[in-house]
């Protein structure tokens, strides 16, 4: 796209934004000028004192594209956002989560170069660090741990100043060079799961500049449901200056699901044969899905049989609401963080029905070690209005099979992959899980049959008589999700 072509998108986005009166095609606006920072950033560098202005924007979705955008931004003209620190710092208290998690990764970024200034924002971290969101208070921990480092790097600077003299220097070394080398070396881990086999992998980063040796790493604990033979200590020679290496531990997990840490420790001596120690955190692990594989070759009727079966069981429920986006789209999306946990689609409808969109998605898998099947249902239903007149989508889906720790653990990430694929996602709690409807429709409300032609319904929770049609109950609010030949 030309420039001038793209600074005339740009001008008529932050026109909408500027003078539009409807909520929908003002967050349509933001979206657009989300879209170019990501393919080009230094269109918006000018604007990003007008996009400061936006932070504080009545439209919660318009916010959260600002905060999303600034935050790309961030990543390469950092020392351009400084003036706008005391708007960034009020929306680390923004009522909306998105708006505060992006607010926090801008101030991470800046903390890195900059955490002189961030100091100014010590009061407002301080009620961050009690936001309800984990992803939050990890954020400001890390701005903090900035700041302290950014102190540190201070009176690092001033020492070498007074190092001027061969007694100071001496005097200082014994304190100073040991402390930088452990500062720089740094160590990061991942897990890797290929088919019942965990891969812990931890990589050791030797960014000062001399050589350190004798580098080993031990891993001092681990869950119990993981086996190996091989020995839990290894050993790198050498590591050069500026470079990595790589120590790889791989286990035999004997469950259908993994939870628990893995505790490592990483030991060497540097260029003035002092030994130094890193007792890293440990890496916490929970999850089921990657212990799951696709069941294919199964029909409808298959599915419908096993549901019928676990009728006894009470199929772990979750439901969750996302917002600004269209029910083709919500559909697909499902589909791929299903394909993405392993879960094979045995059966997909949709239908719109007057501008109301409604599919549902069956699913069948079995675990790798045990070989438990496992039967997912999704709903789909929407644009639904909100209180806040803003349209919504009601996704709920539930999970039938033996085991009803991985029941929960698979629900667990499964959600949290829909809080990853859709940014305006909200979990809504059900108060208790509800049995599987044994009429093999769909299992959260009791929908007539499509040749059943009455007038009313019961409500799927409390059970009082509801109009047909009717998508809410007058009586306790529950959702009613409609048959697809309703």
């Known amino acids: 796209m030309k420039g001038n072509q793209l600074q005339e998108i740009l001008q008529t986005a932050f026109d909408v934004l500027k003078n539009g009166k409807n909520a929908e095609e003002r967050i349509e606006a933001a979206s657009t000028i989300w879209n170019i920072s990501i393919s080009d950033q230094d269109a918006l560098r000018k604007s990003i004192d007008t996009l400061g202005g936006y932070l504080t924007d009545t439209v919660p979705g ?47 970024e800046l903390s890195r170069d900059f955490s002189e200034h961030i100091k100014v924002l010590t009061p407002t971290l301080a009620k961050a660090l009690e936001d309800p969101s984990v992803d939050v208070r990890i954020a400001v921990e890390k701005i903090q741990q900035n700041i302290v480092a950014g102190k540190t790097r201070v009176a690092l600077t001033e020492t070498k100043k007074a190092r001027e003299s061969t007694a100071v220097k001496k005097a200082v070394s014994d304190i100073y060079e040991p402390r930088r080398i452990i500062d720089v070396v740094s160590i990061s881990q991942r897990i890797d799961v290929i088919k019942d086999k965990v891969h812990y992998r931890l990589s050791v980063f030797n960014d000062s500049l001399s050589d350190i040796s004798n580098v080993v790493c ?15 200590m290894q050993q790198c020679p050498i590591l050069y200056s500026n470079t990595m290496t790589d120590f790889e531990f791989i286990f035999r997990n004997t469950q259908d699901y993994l939870e628990g840490a ?55 429920e979750v439901q969750v609401h996302v917002r600004h986006v269209v029910g083709d789209d919500v559909f697909s999306r499902i589909k791929r963080i299903l394909d993405e946990f392993n879960i094979q689609i045995i059966h997909e409808e949709s239908e719109t029905i007057s501008d109301v969109f409604s599919g549902i998605i069956k699913g069948l898998s079995t675990s790798i070690i045990h070989r438990k099947i496992y039967a997912l249902q999704f709903n789909i239903i929407g644009p639904l209005m909100h209180q806040d007149n803003t349209r919504y989508f009601a996704l709920k889906f539930s999970i039938s099979g033996p085991d009803d720790k991985i029941r929960s653990l698979i629900s667990f990430d499964i959600r949290n992959a829909i809080m990853r694929y859709f940014q305006f996602a909200e979990d809504i709690k059900p108060s208790e899980p509800k049995l599987l409807n044994s009429n093999r429709e769909s ?24 109009p047909r049609k009717a998508k809410y109950c007058i009586e306790c609010g529950e959702l009613q999700y409609r048959s697809f030949n309703e």
Request: aromatic share 10%; with cysteine.
């Open 443 to 466: 299992s959260y409300s009791d929908v007539p049959r499509p040749n059943d032609r009455s007038e009313s319904k019961s409500c799927s929770n409390c059970g009082s008589s509801l």
């Open 262 to 316: 893995i505790f490592a420790t990483i030991s060497f001596i540097d260029k003035q044969n002092i030994i130094h120690t890193i007792s890293n955190e440990p890496y916490s692990v929970q999850f089921a899905y990657k212990f799951l594989r696709k069941l294919e070759k199964k029909s409808l009727d298959f599915y419908e049989e096993y549901i019928r079966k676990s009728e006894h069981s009470r199929p772990i």
């Open 218 to 232: 031990v891993v001092v604990s681990h869950p119990n449901v993981l086996r190996t033979e091989k020995s839990l």
């Open 62 to 108: 318009v916010r959260g594209l600002i905060a999303w955008t600034i935050y790309t931004l961030s990543m390469k003209y950092p020392e351009d956002l400084l003036p706008q620190l005391d708007v960034i710092g009020d929306a680390l208290l923004d009522s909306d989560l998105n708006v505060r998690r992006y607010a926090a990764n801008i101030l991470v």
